[in-house]
């Protein structure tokens, strides 16, 4: 290969360079422009394209796209395809009649790596149905800062929940063999804390100690690169005042000599260029280049010109940068096009993908949404609701709105255009008029997202009802658009909900939202609430299974729900941090209720030391002492009670999960198995280590001691 040839393979743009002009509607899918693309691939050997220009396609625009590109990239000396990349957020979110599945915050909700492992699944089959070989999923960042408006694009704040998902997913996208028709190539980001902004605002700085770093936001990545994930996106901000697209020791030291990742790294939009327009971290953009690719950058999503093959053909000839560092570059992403099979024909006729938006899948979706559903409060038992004899007052600005139910990365960036594409899908609304008859439902509005709206005949309304269930939360959003400067829902929406309360009805507060808006000026006045999160296009169907009983709820929080904007702690929290006199969360972090009740009894050790390589075996009795079957997520939480230690120990932390379904009075046995590795922390020398010390197991409300040794 010549040197243009591979720095081309190392250039990703997005589809807008090789598009023509801008088209605003959405039922107008954009075209390519020939000329354009010949540019791309003929003069500057492009080695990669983005995602979609205004929306998302049907999958034979998308099979028309894909085949275009093709047949220039045949046209070039060594015919190296182009490797074609798309979100693929929460189902195949850019591609017409896809399966959309609750975002990742409500899959980790479900507590069942199964279902999350089952819709990657889907995931894939829909993304190759439309010839794309690449997703840029999973989120990998663990999500410990509630403000933060990617939030809902995590699985929580738990590093060891993460984790588990993290396999999970990463082995639905890609399977045995990414090479077939089924699979993907999937893209672990954002590598690594992007998620912990000290400001809570998006893309900006992260100030975390490294061996904290290592403790929470290491092992997720860890754990998909284990479970073979072929590709990795870099954080776009900085962390201790490094950016790190130039952080040698991030992207080399760790990623490649610690992790042993052979895959490619990549650069998220347009960051190595913000290394010197953004940040001010070099004195030119060409000085971005050098940076960035000896710190362990393979690929640039430049992503709208051809500046980074420029300065980077240049600084090759200059000696700036050594050609093995672009061989090692490029070989790690022909290595990736190899193994996806791009240099066969990865195309496939739609007729191979007869399951694309089928019945099936749709069945996957409703259950994962059914499980993510939370059920959070429920005073004098008013749910579940009976389904006869009964008059619904149904409000609030998320009540009739797919928006909503889906948030941002749906059909566009932003999530905006949701209810145009989704027009027959079904509502919270919809969903509630299904199941009790629309004679039986009673609308209005009632309050827009953050303005008040005209709501004079609510009062009326209310006392035709004998229940209300009200639908708050937020608007969709992405990325930095999202940025709020205050964690409360907007004063309307407080406002209004304390209005439905002065009526005396109960009222049912549903959720929709990515992050954890604070309720507490009137969570204390609601009779029901229900956190729904972000539950995609079965949203509506499943809230209303909920509401009536059709699903026993079974989902648990990801996150600690705070109850003050200025009391943010996480759930595994320290010592010292116990003792100062803070007020408890909203709601704590794995809490859900049920329509059944559960008894933990019996907890067992199999030894009260732990020693050398042996393991410590722990099992407990779990009973469902209702009336009606139901789910349960077994949590176990190791203490650190006392320990020589350098570095203060977690009060708890989730070491062990397990979801498991009672019949009512069926007991089952839930066993788990901890050795030394579980119980190490990092030391200020940035190693893994274990110490003795007496620690405590905690299953439920049960506890038991032991040494380890």
């Known amino acids: ?115 999350v492992k089952k819709a990657a699944e889907i995931t894939a089959y829909e993304t190759r149905a439309a ?7 999973p989120v990998l960042g663990v999500g410990k800062q509630p403000l933060w408006p990617r939030l809902y694009e995590t699985f929580g704040e738990d590093t060891y929940l993460t984790s588990k998902m993290a396999v999970a997913i990463v082995k639905g996208y890609e399977g045995i063999d990414i090479a077939g028709k089924y699979h993907v190539a999937s893209c672990m980001k954002h590598y690594m804390g992007y998620s912990f902004p000290l400001s809570g605002k998006d893309r900006t700085p992260a100030w975390i100690p490294e061996n904290y770093l290592r403790k929470y936001f290491l092992p997720p990545f860890s754990a998909a690169v284990e479970a073979g994930s072929h590709t990795l996106m870099i954080n776009s901000s900085s962390i201790n005042g490094v950016p790190v697209h130039a952080d040698h020791h991030i992207l080399t030291d760790i990623l490649r000599n610690e992790l042993h990742f052979k895959g490619l790294a990549v650069s998220d939009w347009g960051d190595i260029e913000n290394l010197y327009t953004k940040y001010h971290f070099v004195r030119s953009e060409k000085e971005a280049v050098k940076v960035a690719v000896l710190a362990g950058v393979d690929m640039s999503m430049v992503p709208f010109d051809y500046s980074f093959p420029k300065y980077l053909i240049e600084l090759v000839k200059e000696g700036q940068i050594p050609m093995s560092r672009i061989n090692q570059a490029v070989k790690r992403i022909l290595t990736v096009k190899e193994e996806l099979g791009l240099f ?118 209310a006392k035709k009802a004998d229940y209300i269930v009200l639908c708050l939360g937020e608007m969709p959003y992405a990325e930095t658009p999202g940025n709020i400067n205050d964690l409360y829902l907007p004063e309307n929406q407080v406002n209004f909900a304390l209005k439905l309360a002065k009526t005396g009805k109960p009222v049912i507060l549903v959720l929709t939202e990515g992050r954890p808006r604070l309720i507490s000026k009137f969570a204390d006045k609601m009779s029901g609430i229900i956190m729904a999160y972000l539950p995609g296009n079965q949203g509506g169907n499943a ?65 009260d030391t732990l020693s050398k390589d042996k393991t410590l075996k722990i099992s407990v009795n779990i009973t469902n002492t209702g009336k009606r079957a139901g789910k349960e997520v077994v949590q176990l939480y190791i203490g650190d009670l006392y320990r020589n230690a350098t570095i203060l120990p977690d009060v708890k932390r989730l070491v062990g999960f397990s979801k498991i379904n009672l019949l009512p009075g069926e007991t089952k046995t839930v066993s788990f198995s901890i050795k030394k590795p579980d119980l190490s922390f990092v030391n200020r ?13 905690q299953v439920g409300n049960l506890t038991r001691k032991f040494y380890l040794k």
């Open 1 to 115: 290969m010549t040197l243009e040839e591979k720095v081309g393979q190392m250039t990703q743009i997005t589809l807008a360079v090789v598009s023509k002009g801008t088209v605003n509607n959405p039922q107008t899918p954009q075209e390519i422009d020939t000329n354009k693309l010949k540019k791309a691939i003929l003069q500057y050997h492009i080695g990669s394209i983005l995602n979609v220009v205004n929306h998302a396609y049907s999958r034979k625009h998308w099979h028309q796209i894909l085949h275009q590109i093709q047949s220039i990239t045949n046209r070039t000396r060594l015919k190296i395809p182009v490797l074609y990349g798309i979100d693929a957020i929460h189902g195949s979110n850019y591609i017409l009649g896809s399966t959309l599945f609750p975002q990742e915050i409500g899959q980790a909700a479900t507590w069942n790596p199964a279902l």
């Open 685 to 697: 020398k940035m190693k893994t280590v274990t110490v003795s010390g007496t620690y405590k197991v």
């Open 344 to 461: 066969d024909d990865f195309v496939y006729p739609e007729k191979d993908y007869p399951k694309f938006g089928s019945a099936e899948f749709k069945t996957d979706n409703l259950k994962t949404a059914q499980e993510s559903i939370t059920l959070l409060k429920n005073n004098n038992q008013v749910l579940p609701l009976k389904k006869k004899h009964i008059k619904i007052l149904v409000t609030g600005f998320a009540a009739n709105s797919m928006a909503t139910l889906n948030g941002g990365w749906t059909y566009t960036w932003q999530g905006t255009k949701t209810d145009f594409f989704d027009n027959k899908k079904t509502t919270i609304l919809k969903a509630i008029q299904n199941k009790i008859g629309k004679e039986n439902v009673f609308y209005s509005k009632g309050t827009n997202f953050n303005k008040p709206l005209d709501n004079s005949n609510i009062t009326n309304l």
């Open 543 to 607: 809230i209303a299974d909920v509401l009536f009983g059709d699903v026993n709820p079974s989902g648990k929080l990801p996150f600690t729900y705070p109850r003050f904007p200025n009391s943010l702690e996480n759930y595994n929290i320290t010592y010292d941090q116990q003792k100062i006199d803070t007020c408890p969360p909203q709601f704590p972090f794995g809490f859900g209720l049920s329509y059944t009740t559960f008894r933990y009894s019996k907890l067992r050790l199999n030894c």
């Open 131 to 137: 010839g794309i070989p690449w997703v840029f999923s």
